[in-house]
């Protein structure tokens, strides 16, 4: 724990006592995970490393198709490219009403709530999960139980808040049982995914487990061989990671899981722990 210095504490919510404070947070952060955490910086004024196609392109494979559905989901085609972020939340909007309304697939039939997603639709980062589980289905939002906290607390290692990164899921509606979608359920709900990534156009995808990662590089490989290197996914750097509901069963992982997120980091040049 550190200490706020007595000469500190009658300034009130000043920039010294916020940065103290952030401080303290990384550092009990840095104890729980036993992480070598990062100081944040400001990630808001870091610069945008430029990104050459050609470097984005990476050794991975190219995406599966995807499940050709003939929904107006492929219909809703826009120059994402074009888009201010501002106004890219527009441009989720009706993918967000179509999933809603979507029966493409039996997992529509168990549903309490569809998980489009959370987030900046401006982010550079993306995570993507497999899909949503009891807490998220009844929340309507990826990642919001112990396995969303755990990923909270990456985020927030990395020097970022939650709504500075976007989060989503392959399929957007609960499998039973907490199973695994099947090839058919991925294959039904790849478009809105797809959609979503061509209009908030991240630098880098987070791929959070092996259903997320087999999704988007259209692989059989584990996760442990698919980590270690950037994939592409439509021209998206993507890099594979332990699903933090993994981490929170294997702890001993989490000092992999954070050096993948330090390749990210690197990747958005975030500022790196010395
Ligand atoms: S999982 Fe995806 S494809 Fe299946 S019903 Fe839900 S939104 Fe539609």
């Known amino acids: 724990m550190v200490e ?30 036993g992480w070598d955490m990062p100081v944040a910086s400001d990630p808001a004024r870091v610069p945008v490393e430029d990104s050459p196609t050609a470097d984005r392109a990476g050794e ?14 492929r219909e809703t085609a826009v120059a994402p490219e074009s888009l201010p972020g501002p106004e890219k939340g527009a441009a989720l909007e009706p993918v967000e009403a179509e999933v809603a309304g979507c029966t493409l697939c039996g997992l529509c039939e168990g549903r309490t709530n569809t998980v489009f997603g ?8 993306l995570f993507v999960g497999e899909g949503p589980g009891r807490d998220e289905d009844l929340a309507g939002e990826p990642f919001v139980g ?14 970022l808040e939650r709504e500075q990164v976007y989060i989503a899921n392959i399929v957007k509606c609960r499998p039973p049982e907490n199973r ?18 061509e209009i908030i156009q991240p630098e880098v995808i987070c791929a959070l487990g092996g259903v997320a990662a087999k999704a988007l590089l259209s692989s059989e490989a584990s996760v442990g061989s698919l980590r270690g290197k950037f994939h ?30 330090k390749a990210v980091m690197s990747r958005l040049s975030l500022p790196l722990p010395s």
């Open 232 to 261: 592409d996914y439509d021209g998206v750097a993507v890099r594979v990671t332990y699903h933090p509901a993994y981490l929170l069963r294997s702890p001993h992982e989490k000092s992999k899981a954070w050096q993948d997120i």
């Open 118 to 125: 959370v987030g900046d639709p401006g982010a550079r980062l």
């Open 4 to 33: 706020i210095p007595e000469d500190l504490r009658d300034q009130g919510g000043t920039p010294a006592l916020d940065a103290i404070r952030t401080l303290r947070q990384q550092l009990e952060l840095n104890r729980d995970f």
């Open 60 to 73: 991975g494979t190219r995406p599966p198709a995807g499940g050709e559905t003939g929904t107006t989901v």
């Open 180 to 197: 695994n979608p099947v090839t058919e359920e991925i294959a039904a709900c790849m478009p809105y995914l797809r959609r979503q990534v």
């Open 146 to 159: 112990k396995a969303g906290q755990l990923l909270n607390d990456i985020i927030k290692a990395m020097g």
